[in-house]
């Protein structure tokens, strides 16, 4: 049994900064775990993710503003330059072994919303 638990979400203005963390607990190495987010009417997608190797896959919507990083207990995603259509809800994944699409485990998400 795998648990993922977000926090950090809020409201923050446009060209502003959140870091959300995601608990993971220890995980097989082979794993990748990553960000995804889904606006309302709009599928999920993919954010960024990360290999324990460091290796990392961004959305081309949010590179070289956001950064995704992990240890043996959490995964962290730093937004930085925040624009409103980030705004959606934020998810943590895990246990699949692609760094492109998504595993099985899922966190409940946290809420992101970027408006003046």
């Known amino acids: 049994q795998v648990q993922l638990v977000e926090s950090g979400g809020g409201l923050v203005q446009p060209g502003g900064s959140l870091r959300l963390s995601c608990a993971t607990g220890?995980?097989?190495?082979?794993?990748?775990v990553g960000w995804y987010r889904q606006a309302p009417g709009k599928e999920r997608e993919l954010v960024a993710t990360?290999?324990?190797?460091?290796s990392s896959l961004y959305s081309d919507s949010v590179k070289g503003r956001f950064t995704i990083s992990r240890d043996n207990s959490k995964v962290d995603l730093q937004m930085n330059s925040l624009k409103p259509e980030d705004t959606a809800v934020y998810f943590c994944?895990?246990?699949?072994?692609?760094?492109?699409?998504?595993?099985?485990?899922w966190g409940q998400g946290t809420q992101v919303t970027v408006s003046s």
């Open positions: 994944n895990t246990g699949g072994i692609n760094i492109d699409t998504p595993g099985k485990y």
């Open positions: 220890r995980l097989l190495s082979s794993w990748v």
């Open positions: 990360i290999r324990k190797s460091g």
